[in-house]
């Protein structure tokens, strides 16, 4: 699903796993739902400001609530595969 995405998003998308990452090292290993939901919209935000590429991305996800629930959904299901596949 991440390789049909164009570069930029694939490298937002990517980089917010490794927000997501630190959010749950570092500040709450078990987060519960609202918790992962503020997680993942704060690492896609996140990711999104860190590339100077993304400012559009960036600008959409902060005005346009549909669209970060799609991208949210979108990360939280990749990451929901990654915890499955590594704790296997």
Known sequence: MLTVQQP???MVIQDSFEWI???LIFKNAFPDTFIATEFTQDSLLT???SHDRATDIHDRLVCDAEYMKNM???VSFL???WFTVTIK
């Open 8 to 10: 930029v998003m694939r």
């Open 21 to 23: 990452r630190k959010a």
């Open 47 to 49: 990711a999104a400001e």
């Open 72 to 74: 949210a959904h979108l």
């Open 79 to 81: 990451i929901l595969g």
